[in-house]
């Protein structure tokens, strides 16, 4: 499958990126030039999304998959504490909206209320392609290669590895803010960004390096499948409750893979783009694997998955999983003075009320 086009720099490069932490980092373990590292990463962006992914569960959230009827100001409205937009559609008429969204303290019933859900389930896992694995990825003919074969090896004989955070941390707004701007870039400049929040740089550094960066996991890639123009579709797999992580991991580390989710009854959410002899190996694995028992086709994913930041502002000041922020951006005019923000992925501008 030839979509995925990378010069040799840029692959050396991201074959290390997920545990780079700053442009010294990368220069180091990539051998790449300190000079070069901005005009790579840069040339990287216009294919991928690159952001910082956190431990939300250690910041004291859990995930939640809520499923809502499609409509054009729901999919364009940022909604606080909502993570992803994923607009599934079975026919013409038969559209749906899939919100991927925090739930404060397992508060996800609250969640399902506020946004209308027709169906919801609670999450165990989210796994997203880490660009160093697998081991035997190489470019082929300038193209990003990885064998289906080998990740059938690595989800049947390895152990999906369980990377946590070192402490549990309720969340300021100052440490709010901070992973927000990390999750858009995990290599944002803190200092210039403090100056413009109005935030002394020092108090920016302490909260950083005390508060958000333990609980920094990995920064992950994903490509731009809209401009790849490449369809996805979105699967649902029956597993039991002892394989359901390993394989959502598993299929998780083929880079045209967006992102598998783990119900906490097993079933396994594919959000996959792959396509050509790779998507029949695919077919051909969810078969044979015993590890598999039963899959579904749920739907074409249409237009782009949109994705956002963590919330921040002053909103968020007195309680940091404040969810009547989240109603009254969906059912109250906006606001006078903006209370509340969230950055979509992929852009440079805040968006919120």
Same mark, same amino acid.
């Given at each position: 499958m030839r979509v995925l086009r990378?010069? /040799?720099?840029?692959?050396?490069?991201? +074959?290390? %990126? *997920?545990?780079? /932490?700053?442009?010294?980092?990368?220069? +180091?373990?990539?051998?790449?030039?300190?000079?070069?590292v901005p005009r790579v990463l840069s040339s990287l962006r216009s294919k991928f999304l690159l952001r910082a992914l956190f431990d939300l569960n250690s910041m004291g959230f859990s995930l939640g998959l809520f499923k809502v009827r499609f409509s054009e100001e729901l999919y364009q409205k940022p909604i606080p504490f909502v993570l992803e937009k994923i607009p599934v559609s079975l026919g013409k008429s038969e559209l749906s909206l899939l919100l991927l969204a925090l739930c404060p303290a397992g508060r996800c019933s609250d969640v399902a209320d506020i946004l209308k859900s027709e169906e919801y389930t609670s999450l165990a896992g989210r796994f997203l392609w880490r660009s160093d694995m697998p081991r035997d990825a190489v470019l082929d003919g300038g193209y990003l290669r990885v064998n289906f074969d080998s990740i059938r090896e690595i989800m049947e004989r390895e152990i999906s590895p369980r990377i946590s955070a070192p402490v549990k941390r309720k969340p300021d707004y100052v440490d709010l803010w901070i992973t927000a701007e990390l999750m858009r870039d995990p290599f944002v400049r803190l200092s210039k960004?403090? $100056?413009?929040?109005?935030?002394?740089?020092?108090?920016?550094?302490?909260?950083?390096?005390?508060?958000?960066?333990? %609980?920094?996991?990995?920064?992950?890639?994903?490509?731009?499948?809209?401009?790849? +123009?490449?369809?996805?579709?979105?699967? $649902?797999?029956?597993?039991? +409750?002892?394989?359901?992580e390993q394989v959502a991991w598993g299929l998780s580390l083929h880079p045209m893979i967006r992102e598998t989710l783990v119900s906490e009854d097993g079933r396994v959410y594919v959000l996959s783009y792959i396509q050509g002899s790779d998507l029949f190996e695919l077919y051909r694995f969810l078969e044979e694997s015993e590890l598999v028992k039963a899959f579904t086709y749920r739907g074409v994913l249409i237009h782009e998955v949109?994705?956002?930041?963590?919330?921040?502002?002053?909103?968020?000041? $007195?309680? *940091?999983?404040?969810?009547?922020v989240m109603y009254e951006a969906i059912y109250t005019p906006r606001q006078p003075k903006p209370q509340w923000h969230v950055y979509r992925i992929g852009d440079e501008q805040a968006l919120g009320q």
């Open positions: 990378l010069r /040799r720099i840029e692959f050396n490069v991201i +074959r290390h %990126l *997920p545990f780079c /932490r700053d442009y010294t980092d990368v220069a +180091r373990s990539s051998g790449v030039s300190l000079s070069s960004k403090a $100056e413009e929040m109005g935030l002394k740089q020092q108090t920016a550094s302490y909260h950083y390096n005390q508060h958000v960066r333990p %609980l920094h996991l990995f920064n992950v890639l994903t490509p731009k499948f809209r401009s790849l +123009r490449v369809p996805g579709i979105l699967l $649902e797999l029956h597993t039991s +409750r002892e394989s359901s949109l994705e956002y930041t963590l919330p921040f502002g002053d909103a968020f000041r $007195e309680d *940091p999983y404040n969810l009547e």
